[in-house]
């Protein structure tokens, strides 16, 4: 005789009947790893002339890369940079442009 455990409103688990990543509100082994960094690099090259030229001001998610002294004095003519970017589940994001829907749908993030 086999005996039907479920009530009206709850479930049962046993060893020979587990719940699925849905039933406990828990992420499957695929949703987990979309999520991973598989990758960081710097993106395209940025330039900016610094003497005599407007200079360079904060830029989110670059690193300078480069200083050029052309005509080779004591004064940096043109300084480097590139953003860093990261790969998410084959898709490259710039760091430091903060994409709220791109992140929160990756990352459990709060501002």
Known sequence: MVMDLRLNWSEFYTTTRKPSAGDVGAYTQAECNSRFITGIRLGGL???????GPGWSDRSGYVVTGSVNGNRDELIDTTQARPIQ????????????FNDDALKKHYCWQP
Not at 46 to 52: P, R
Request: proline residues 0%; hydrophobic residues 35%.
């Open 46 to 52: 940025s330039s900016v002339q610094i003497w005599n």
């Open 86 to 97: 990261y790969c998410i589940n084959g898709t490259w994001y710039n760091a430091g442009v």
